[in-house]
């Protein structure tokens, strides 16, 4: 099939690479001209494992290619896939629809008749049935898919999702959808899940609001766990046998960040207020506070570990990305833990594998290490917050020989504390014991 991707951030691009995989001919589409050139050269803008070299090899057969022209796009295409954002507004919980409404209208303005429109944007539920009839008045059909991808996993949850959910109504683009998906669904048998435009919507804020509050459940026990002198690890350890409880996203730490569940969830909360339901998510508020929390008591713990003040302290961090296998730094928990702690009056150090360009752009106060070592070089305490593998592969011992305190607070329960308290650290992770 021809087909056209509107916008080439993270979900763009990683979607228009997948279906050229896939045997498509596909062309992106974006607004900012330096980002197609990058895309055009076959370079990713962005860290995501797997994808340049996917990107590189459909640049060069021909089969993906990029423009600044909708209209190009659009009049070239049989199927068009709108995958722009849809950020928090400034000082509000809602969604800022300004980019999607502006893609609709642009495709809108150059569709050919009888050719279907994809949303898989984030959205907040009615948005699809309001477009609709933009896309219905240019002579085509809307389906609502949305995207399930997880940063550091997204080619393979493109190529091969657990589900597809499609929002269709009265039929209309199910032929054209199921002839871009076929190759996904009849290599894996993929489960198909056809439903109303406003299930579609909420498949995935449901989705992303389930993931926050079993995230923020086993942070509350972390703070109860620290209260009583338990170990939250070993807790989620033993309620994650039961197979109704399991054990995926019962990690106590940090908790979420990043583009997606932050914004989701506050978005969701918004426009369940909008439709007069707000009572039904008010859960979602404690939630959002549980993890905001969590980050307040890291900063909190290296304070304790620095004997009541973090002024005047050298810190050395490790870690600034919202999660391993990414670059990014939207509401990252990490992040906001080292400015914190430089506002505490802390010299910060810090390393991270790939996001440290996108963060010196923006927090150039910092000082931005070479090295994990450099990082911790005489360091008074060391803040784990990303984990990143690397920084599980630390040799304690060699570490204590360079910091001036062998203080460590691991903010991701995923360093080993045996063996960093058999090298001579005093070590402490958010919702475990001192030891």
Same mark, same amino acid.
């Given at each position: 099939?021809?087909?056209?991707?509107?916008?080439?951030?993270?979900?763009?691009?990683?979607?228009?690479?997948?279906?050229?995989?896939?045997?498509?001919?596909?062309?992106?589409?974006?607004? /900012?001209?330096?980002?197609?050139?990058?895309?055009?050269?076959?370079?990713?803008?962005?860290?995501?494992?797997?994808?340049?070299?996917?990107?590189?090899?459909?640049?060069?057969?021909?089969?993906?290619?990029?423009?600044?022209?909708?209209?190009?796009?659009?009049?070239?295409?049989?199927?068009?896939?709108?995958?722009?954002?849809?950020?928090?507004?400034?000082?509000?919980?809602?969604?800022?629809?300004?980019?999607?409404?502006?893609?609709?209208?642009?495709?809108?303005?150059?569709?050919?008749?009888?050719?279907?429109?994809?949303?898989?944007?984030?959205?907040?539920?009615?948005?699809?049935?309001?477009?609709?009839?933009?896309?219905?008045?240019?002579?085509?059909?809307?389906?609502?898919?949305?995207?399930?991808?997880?940063?550091?996993?997204?080619?393979?949850?493109?190529?091969?999702?657990?589900?597809?959910?499609?929002?269709?109504?009265?039929?209309?683009?199910?032929?054209?959808?199921?002839?871009?998906?076929?190759?996904?669904?009849?290599?894996? &048998?993929?489960?198909?899940?056809?439903?109303?435009?406003?299930?579609?919507?909420?498949?995935?804020?449901?989705?992303?609001?389930?993931?926050?509050?079993?995230?923020?459940?086993?942070?509350?026990?972390?703070?109860?766990?620290?209260?009583?002198?338990?170990?939250?690890?070993?807790?989620?350890?033993?309620?994650?046998? /039961?197979?109704?409880?399991?054990?995926?996203?019962?990690?106590?730490?940090?908790?979420?960040?990043?583009?997606?569940?932050?914004?989701?969830?506050?978005?969701?909360?918004?426009?369940?207020?909008?439709?007069?339901?707000?009572?039904?998510?008010?859960?979602?508020?404690?939630?959002?506070?549980?993890?905001?929390?969590?980050?307040?008591?890291?900063?909190?713990?290296?304070?304790?570990?620095?004997?009541?003040?973090?002024?005047?302290?050298?810190?050395?961090?490790?870690?600034?990305?919202?999660?391993?296998?990414?670059?990014?730094?939207? &509401?990252?928990?990490?992040?906001?833990?080292?400015?914190?702690?430089?506002?505490?009056?802390?010299?910060?150090?810090?390393?991270?594998?790939?996001?440290?360009?996108?963060?010196?752009?923006?927090?150039?106060?910092?000082?931005?290490?070479?090295?994990?070592?450099?990082?911790?070089?005489?360091? /008074?305490?060391?803040?784990?917050?990303?984990?990143?593998?690397?920084?599980?592969?630390?040799?304690?011992?060699?570490?204590?020989?360079?910091?001036?305190?062998?203080?460590?607070?691991?903010?991701?329960?995923?360093?080993?504390?045996?063996?960093?308290?058999?090298?001579?650290?005093?070590?402490?992770?958010?919702?475990?014991?001192?030891?």
């Amino acid at each position: 099939m021809k087909m056209s991707v509107i916008g080439t951030g993270y979900l763009g691009a990683t979607h228009a690479a997948a279906m050229a995989e896939l045997g498509h001919e596909v062309i992106g589409v974006d607004v /900012d001209l330096d980002k197609i050139a990058r895309l055009t050269r076959g370079e990713v803008p962005f860290f995501e494992p797997g994808l340049p070299e996917l990107l590189s090899k459909h640049v060069a057969t021909g089969r993906l290619r990029f423009t600044a022209s909708v209209q190009e796009a659009v009049e070239w295409a049989d199927i068009h896939f709108v995958c722009v954002g849809t950020p928090q507004k400034p000082g509000e919980y809602a969604a800022d629809l300004r980019y999607i409404d502006a893609s609709f209208g642009a495709v809108a303005e150059h569709l050919r008749p009888g050719t279907t429109v994809v949303g898989k944007s984030t959205v907040p539920v009615g948005t699809a049935a309001r477009l609709a009839v933009l896309v219905r008045a240019a002579g085509g059909n809307l389906v609502w898919n949305p995207e399930f991808l997880r940063e550091g996993f997204a080619v393979k949850d493109t190529l091969h999702p657990d589900r597809i959910v499609l929002g269709i109504e009265d039929g209309a683009g199910k032929a054209a959808i199921d002839e871009a998906y076929a190759p996904i669904v009849s290599a894996d &048998d993929t489960p198909v899940v056809i439903t109303d435009y406003a299930t579609a919507e909420l498949v995935k804020v449901a989705a992303n609001s389930f993931l926050a509050t079993k995230i923020s459940f086993i942070n509350a026990m972390a703070e109860v766990c620290e209260a009583t002198g338990a170990d939250v690890t070993m807790l989620a350890k033993a309620i994650g046998h /039961d197979e109704r409880i399991g054990h995926r996203f019962l990690h106590a730490g940090l908790g979420f960040g990043g583009g997606c569940l932050p914004k989701d969830i506050r978005a969701f909360m918004a426009r369940a207020g909008e439709l007069g339901v707000d009572q039904a998510l008010s859960f979602l508020k404690n939630v959002d506070e549980i993890n905001l929390r969590r980050r307040a008591r890291m900063v909190d713990l290296a304070r304790e570990l620095c004997d009541g003040s973090l002024a005047g302290r050298r810190v050395g961090v490790l870690g600034l990305a919202f999660k391993p296998n990414s670059d990014d730094i939207r &509401d990252s928990p990490a992040l906001d833990v080292a400015l914190n702690v430089q506002r505490a009056g802390a010299a910060v150090r810090v390393y991270d594998p790939e996001a440290m360009t996108t963060a010196e752009g923006l927090y150039p106060s910092l000082f931005y290490a070479a090295s994990p070592a450099e990082a911790c070089r005489d360091a /008074d305490i060391v803040l784990h917050l990303t984990e990143w593998s690397v920084f599980r592969e630390l040799d304690p011992g060699e570490l204590k020989s360079l910091v001036a305190a062998p203080r460590i607070v691991d903010g991701r329960n995923a360093l080993d504390p045996d063996k960093w308290i058999a090298a001579g650290w005093h070590f402490r992770a958010l919702g475990r014991p001192y030891r």
